[in-house]
């Protein structure tokens, strides 16, 4: 007998990491993930019958291969979106714990031979040309501060590499985050001599060995392969439920935006789906409680500083460069797997036109850093893509009218030669781990 008609309202999407590619009974926990909209599942396209001796009657057409590849749009959900980067990088390294923080206050620009004490390390300001452990001071506090903060984060002192640093201009401060979470970094000192700049303490506070978890994801030489998972697509009216298995995530993006939802968009590929079933795999799948990123929230820094008030757009998107097998001798018509190709990490800025720092960028073939970054107020909960080595095309310029002149650049990343690194995820978050199962 026929059910109902189905609704989007009402469907389901499981979600379960495998611990052997394509096998779906290896699966050992099933997740309820919340999403926007899901477009993967089996396809096979006929092939036109080329027979002749017919007469004008077309014949039986052919079956063609299989296909199984979509993309899944999910909101950005501090506890769920990491289920989705543990598919697209594999297990995070996590601990437990908050992480201390603390900031210096500039009131004015900072006297010449004025110092700052970081990390038990003493940073000199200098007019002159900057050498090691000094920071120059720029035409405005502004360029200062951005000196300041590029300084500390290049930093190869131990101490002072303990931590992340950003500023804010609007606010005139730099902000100091000790990258162990725990109580370590509440002994992270802080200090100034000059009376233009104030440390928030003596120390870094706030370091906390409970109270959160931190999850990170890095992509490096090391980052070989990716997980797959079995993804359940349930339309409980009809009812109909299957599976697509050896579900591997090859492409993310996300938008950086004013305004509106904020959702990424994976890209997958699946090497099949189970025929139609009238139950599910998973009665009572793991829920985690939906906490949504907000689009108002995000932020943008090139080299530890925001962009400020020129920024209007922005795009960060990450490619696993997934590349199907096409096996033949199956019987079935599916690939026979997916490898990981050369990863890729590029995106775009658009900027209001107000200064030549990105032009010059551009023109001289320089790498930056570029990180954006989500936070939930009143809570510990915040996200950070971290792309260590972008490079920018030179941009027009145009002029279309009376109004703003707009640049857009779409970036490139490439791998760090000092971290090795290619991007970095941060969550931090209240989920205890994100576990890719042991190969079966």
Same mark, same amino acid.
């Given at each position: 007998?026929? /059910? ?65 590849? /979509? ?14 980067? @543990?598919?697209?990088? $594999?297990?995070?390294?996590? *601990? +437990?714990?908050?992480?201390?923080? $603390? ?7 900072? *006297? ?25 001071? $720029?035409? %405005? ?15 190869? !002192? ?44 003596? %120390? ?5 060995? @409970? ?9 490096? +030489?090391?980052?070989?392969? %990716? ?26 993006? !996300? ?9 990424? @968009? ?6 099949? #789906? ?8 998973? *009665?009572? &799948? ?60 590029? $995106? ?20 930056? #850093? ?22 920018? &095309? ?24 000092? %971290?090795?690194?290619?991007? @970095? ?16």
């Amino acid at each position: 007998m026929a /059910g109902g008609r189905a609704r989007g309202a009402n469907a389901r999407f499981l979600l379960g990491m495998e611990a052997s590619y394509g096998a779906l009974l290896s699966v050992l926990s099933w997740f309820q993930v919340p999403f926007v909209s899901a477009n993967i599942g089996d396809e096979q396209g006929l092939v036109e019958s080329d027979v002749l001796g017919f007469g004008r009657m077309p014949q039986k057409p052919g079956r063609d291969a299989v296909n199984n590849a /979509g993309d899944v749009v999910v909101p950005l959900c501090a506890r769920n979106i990491g289920l989705w980067y @543990t598919l697209l990088f $594999g297990a995070p390294s996590t *601990a +437990a714990g908050v992480a201390a923080t $603390g900031d210096l206050t500039f009131s004015a620009q900072p *006297a010449n031979n004025g110092t700052i004490t970081v990390g038990g390390q003493v940073f000199t300001f200098t007019t002159g040309a900057a050498g090691a452990n000094q920071i120059k001071i $720029g035409p %405005t506090l502004k360029a200062t501060i951005a000196n300041a903060v590029r300084a500390l984060n290049a930093s190869a !002192v131990p101490g002072v590499a303990a931590a992340s640093y950003w500023g804010d201009d609007a606010a005139r401060k730099i902000y100091v985050l000790h990258d162990a979470v725990g109580v370590v970094g509440n002994s992270f000192a802080l200090a100034a001599s000059s009376a233009a700049v104030t440390a928030s303490g003596a %120390t870094l506070t706030g370091g906390a060995a @409970t109270g959160g978890y931190r999850h990170t994801w890095k992509v490096d +030489a090391t980052s070989l392969t %990716t997980p797959s998972a079995t993804a359940e697509v349930g339309m409980p009216e009809v009812p109909s439920f299957t599976q697509n298995y050896g579900l591997k995530a090859n492409t993310y993006g !996300v938008p950086l935006q004013r305004s509106g939802n904020l959702n990424a @968009t994976i890209g997958a590929i699946a090497q099949g #789906e189970t025929p139609v079933a009238a139950e599910t795999i998973k *009665a009572d &799948p793991t829920v985690l409680v939906m906490r949504k990123f907000s689009a108002f929230s995000g932020t943008a820094r090139r080299n530890g500083m925001p962009f400020g008030p020129s920024l209007v757009s922005g795009q960060f998107n990450y490619s696993n460069g997934a590349d199907p097998v096409p096996t033949v001798g199956r019987g079935d018509g599916r690939i026979g797997g997916v490898d990981e190709g050369m990863a890729g990490v590029t $995106g775009s800025v658009g900027i209001r036109y107000d200064s030549t720092d990105m032009q010059t960028q551009a023109e001289n073939g320089e790498a930056c #850093e570029l990180a954006f970054s989500w936070a939930i107020p009143g809570s510990t909960f915040a996200l950070r893509h971290i792309a260590h080595a972008v490079y920018l &095309p030179k941009a027009k310029r145009p002029i279309t009218g009376p109004g703003a002149i707009q640049a857009d650049y779409n970036w490139q990343g490439a791998q760090d030669p000092a %971290t090795g690194r290619l991007v @970095t995820f941060v969550l931090d978050n209240d989920v205890a781990e994100y576990v890719v199962p042991a190969a079966a």
